[in-house]
């Protein structure tokens, strides 16, 4: 069953503290992307990557961090350095650059 | 950061209404405009993709155009129904690399 993970759903931090938030992918996608919504804010690019190894900074890349050591993992860090991070994070991914994306369920990040 | 324009933000109507949202775009370099659902407690779900001026796409009961010359897409819905209610999505992309996504027209369809 092809699809984009996402975890964990919930996720609860102390301000200051990193968190790594989990995106996998098994649609043999080369592009993922890391989104930020905000109430009353569109998705917003934080992070993409075209391909293993290599990623860009997308509008509001301050903050957080990335990597991408395999084709079908695309985590986002979120470091003590983003000013307001309790947000909802969105990752997708897609065949290739603007082609059609495909979302992971989520994960709500709030921090205390 | 490229601007993109939905509108209306909500809309409200009743069961068998026919309905269209508005998004714009940056004129200049396009690539590609999207459409996504996006229905509460669930993943954003793609619509459509459109490339060239001109462009129309039909889905059952959804359909969308582009003019890329003036930078702007409509998406229909015709006759709504209950299960239309959802937020929808559009997002452009000048690059080949990247989408850039519109707050959204919120929808909600009363039986």
Redesign the interface.
Known sequence: DGGITQSPKYLFRKEGQNVTLSCEQNLNHDAMYWYRQDPGQGLRLIYYSQIVNDFQKGDIAEGYSVSREKKESFPLTVTSAQKNPTAFYLCASSLVGADTQYFGPGTRLTVL | ?LN?EQSPQSLHVQEGDSTNFTCSFPSSNF??L?W?RWETA?????LF?MTLNGDEKKKGRISATLNTKEGYSYLYIKGSQPEDSATY?C?F?N??????????TSLLVTP
Not at chain 2, 42 to 46: D, I, L, Y
């Open positions: 950061i993109v690539y590609a999207h996504y669930k993943s954003p779900e793609a993709v999505l997002a992309s690059s080949g690399y990247a989408l850039n996504f519109g707050k959204g």
